[in-house]
C-alpha cells in the first residue's frame, strides 16, 4: 500500500504559478506516477505524468510548455510546476501512482492504483 497526500494548491490570478507536491507513504522508486485533474462537471482528466524511471514523461497538449513533472527521490515526493496558469485550469488535481518498473505510461484513471486526496487550483481571471 501506498498512501499519497497531494499539498500545494491554492488561488491564484491567471499569469501565476502553482507547485503541487505528492508525498508517498513509503519510497515509490518503481511507481509510474500520473498527475490528473477534475473540473466541475467533467471528466477527470489526465494532465502530465512520468514513468518508473523518468525516461518517459507526457503532457496533455493543454499543458506543455507551462507545466513540468519532477520528483525528488530521496524525500518519496514528486512534484508538478505550473506556470502561466490560465483560468481554464481551475479543478481539483490528483496525484496517482502505479506499481510497475516499465516504460509504458499509462493515462487512465482506472490504469492507476492508489490516489491522493485532491488539492483545489483555482485560476482566477
Known amino acids: 500500500q501506498v498512501q499519497l497526500v497531494e499539498s500545494g494548491g491554492g488561488l491564484v490570478q491567471a499569469g501565476g504559478s502553482l507547485r503541487l507536491s505528492c508525498a508517498a507513504s513509503r519510497t515509490f522508486s518503481s511507481y509510474a506516477m500520473g498527475w490528473f485533474r477534475q473540473a466541475p462537471g467533467k471528466e477527470r482528466e489526465f494532465v502530465a505524468g512520468?514513468?518508473?524511471?523518468?525516461?518517459?514523461?507526457y503532457y496533455v497538449d493543454s499543458v506543455k510548455g507551462r507545466f513540468t513533472i519532477s520528483r525528488d527521490i530521496a524525500k518519496n515526493t514528486r512534484f508538478l510546476q505550473m506556470n502561466s496558469l490560465k483560468p481554464e485550469d481551475t479543478a481539483i488535481y490528483y496525484c496517482a501512482a502505479k506499481y510497475g518498473s516499465t516504460y509504458y505510461l499509462p493515462r487512465g484513471p482506472d490504469d492507476y492504483d492508489y490516489w491522493g486526496q485532491g488539492t483545489q487550483v483555482t485560476v482566477s481571471s
Open positions: 512520468m514513468n518508473w524511471s523518468g525516461s518517459n514523461t
